[in-house]
């Protein structure tokens, strides 16, 4: 299977990061980012990163407030919110301002997610006439 889609997972907690690499690396190209500050870097050094799967809660800088910042390096990236807590009014304003295009809840459900993924992709194809 070709993996034809790079994507950036951002998380302060190290299992998080290998546990998402383990059960992804398989379906997608993954890179990970222990903090909002080196996914930043990680954009700069890689220009086919296309979704952003983001923790909420992270020391430094939420993840509203890295995707935010990231999508001035790529406008039109497709961006999830991962949170172990319930959805806050900050989430829901970036979903309603579209500025995240789904929020996931932990543990993750690795189906949902690949389905998420998958499907804003097209989306995002079909929509820019490729």
Known sequence: MEKSIT?????DEAIN???????????????????????LEKLKES????????DMRMPGMNGID????AKDYRE???CFILSGYDVTEEISR???ER???????KPFNMRDIEASIREAVDLRANSSGR
């Open 7 to 11: 994507l950036l997972y951002v998380d």
């Open 94 to 96: 970036a979903y309603s």
């Open 17 to 39: 990061l290998k546990l998402f690499e383990i059960n992804f690396s398989k379906k997608f190209n993954v890179v990970t980012a222990p903090s909002g500050y080196d996914a």
């Open 76 to 78: 039109n990236m497709i």
């Open 47 to 54: 220009p086919s990163i296309s979704v952003v799967i983001s």
């Open 66 to 69: 890295f995707i935010k910042l």
């Open 99 to 105: 500025l995240i295009d789904k929020y996931f809840q």
